[in-house]
């Protein structure tokens, strides 16, 4: 497939009123066909107001068009609380993380260059040391494309009891 010229628009904190109903119906045009009986889910609206009440939440949407081909955001974590730090002995001395929380990307635009265009435009937007992200270990394929942009598992974690179980990934920044 090619490329499409997507726009690549950044978002912050301040614009959260403005681009949240955005997130939220792509999630749910993405996941429509586990949306009924997936109650993790169900609950994205509020993983979006969590993330976005953060001063730091950064956001990328891209759009063809009119239309909304996908977004990555993600918030720097507070120093001291680097969640991931639990699962390499010894840690890295880097502290500054930032965590990826999302990417997704609507079907149309799949296996365009979409997904990699969205994370690389959030993730060259930061000063942080260290990013960290979430992927479901059932999706063996979606932590093969985090780990060829650079990522490392460095355990699994289940972070809420209905969540599903995670493998936890850090990659160093600035990207290669």
Known sequence: MTTPALELRHYGHDDL???????IDVHADVHADRMADDEFRRKFPWFVDHWGGNP?????????????????????????????REHLDPAPEKARTFHFSELMVREQWR???AAERLHRALMDARDDDLAALLVDVT?????????????RKIGEDQPFPDSPVYAVMLVDLPLP
Do not use: M, N
């Open 111 to 113: 296996k365009t260059g």
């Open 17 to 23: 009123s403005e681009i949240r109903q955005v997130l």
């Open 139 to 151: 999706h063996p394929k979606v932590q093969s494309l985090y780990e060829s942009w650079g990522y």
């Open 56 to 84: 730091g939440f950064s956001c990328v949407i891209a759009y063809d068009g009119d239309e909304v081909a996908g977004f990555a955001y993600g918030a720097p974590g507070a120093e001291g609380r680097e969640w991931w």
